[in-house]
């Protein structure tokens, strides 16, 4: 039953990033990353390592858009232009050329 519900939430989070890189731009990604910002401490950074964090750099989406993992007391990397600032954790931005295409923020 575990591995069932990984499965759907690993499905759930595919299709929202899928959707943020096919809508925002139809041009090839490879310039793409997707931000997670975390916080020590933060049990839904913990819970998201352990279910999709392993899975994730094999999927289509890991490939087309790496994870770079982020402190949020580190701040915001001067080389992304934000659409605005990252004020809980854990949330993940995606990237392109520089720029900020999409963002989730929270994981249940």
Known sequence: MRATFRRK?????????LSAL????SSSLRSAELLMF???GCP?????HR???PIYPKTEEGQRAPLRRIALTNGMPP???FVG???ATPTFVLVENGKEIGR???YR
């Open 51 to 53: 279910e999709i964090g």
């Open 85 to 87: 600032p990252v004020t």
């Open 79 to 81: 080389e992304v232009s």
């Open 38 to 40: 975390e916080h020590a």
């Open 44 to 48: 839904w950074c913990v819970m998201w």
């Open 22 to 25: 096919f809508f925002a731009h």
């Open 104 to 106: 989730l923020t929270g």
């Open 9 to 17: 939430v690993v499905a759930a989070f595919s299709a929202l990033l």
